[in-house]
């Protein structure tokens, strides 16, 4: 799935489909005399390419029909653990904006994630603890691909990018996600290696996928 041909219907260019506005060639028709006789002159007819943003108005009226309104946090028992979740939902990850940005993502590429993930809290070189964060994944910040098993659940999912290394040059990356391992790899040279692995903290893939035709 190209994200990037959807992302540039989105932003206004109209050659993804055969009939679209972008596709739309010029008429050119031989002059012909009030007799009905040619000249040998030619004329050319400029077709009209008016491009509307209408995506954008649909992908902006349905992200806020779905995470537009105020967003409430409940549980069964209103105890301190539901005010810590609560708190970390609300207030450090700010999940309503980062929901907002998830649908409008996947509105207009097609497909999405989030990747939660644990960042060390320090104190000078010391840690102090992990607190957790969330990235959203799209086409600006590399490819990713979920797996799913034989009954649709995921069982594995591969997040592909590139960073510049301190000379200058570009590294390709890649992770993989299981419920029980993160393996990382490296491309440097034009062929992957193994760079490490750790368990997953999470005992579960730490990925919310979503697509849509």
């Known amino acids: 799935r190209e994200q990037e041909t959807y992302l540039d219907e989105f932003n206004g260019e109209r050659t993804r489909r055969t009939k679209s506005v972008g596709m739309r060639q010029n008429k050119t028709y031989e002059v012909v005399d009030d007799d ?34 105020k967003m409430s946090v409940s549980g069964d028992e209103n105890d301190s653990a539901l005010e810590e979740f609560r708190t970390v939902w609300e207030k450090d990850l700010k999940m309503q904006s980062v929901l907002k940005r998830l649908a409008r993502t996947c509105m207009t590429e097609t497909k999405a994630a989030l990747l939660f993930y644990p960042q060390p809290v320090r104190d000078g070189q010391e840690t102090k603890g992990l607190k957790l964060r969330v990235q959203l994944l799209s086409s600006e910040n590399g490819e990713f691909y979920p797996h799913f098993d034989d009954y649709g659940d995921m069982d594995g999912f591969v997040r592909r ?40 903290r999470f005992g579960k893939i730490p990925v919310v996928y979503v697509e849509q035709d």
Do not use: M
């Not at 200058?168 to 440097?188: C, H, M, P, Q, W």
């Open 161 to 200: 990018y590139e960073v510049l290394n301190l000379d200058g040059r570009t590294i390709k990356k890649a992770v993989i996600y299981t419920s029980d391992f993160i393996t990382y790899l490296v491309n440097e040279s034009g062929s992957w290696e193994h760079e490490g692995g750790e368990k997953n």
């Open 36 to 69: 009905g006789k040619k000249t040998g002159d030619t004329k050319t007819v400029y077709v009209s390419k008016l491009i509307f943003p209408f995506p954008e108005k649909v992908v902006r009226a349905a992200a806020h029909f779905l995470f537009g309104g």
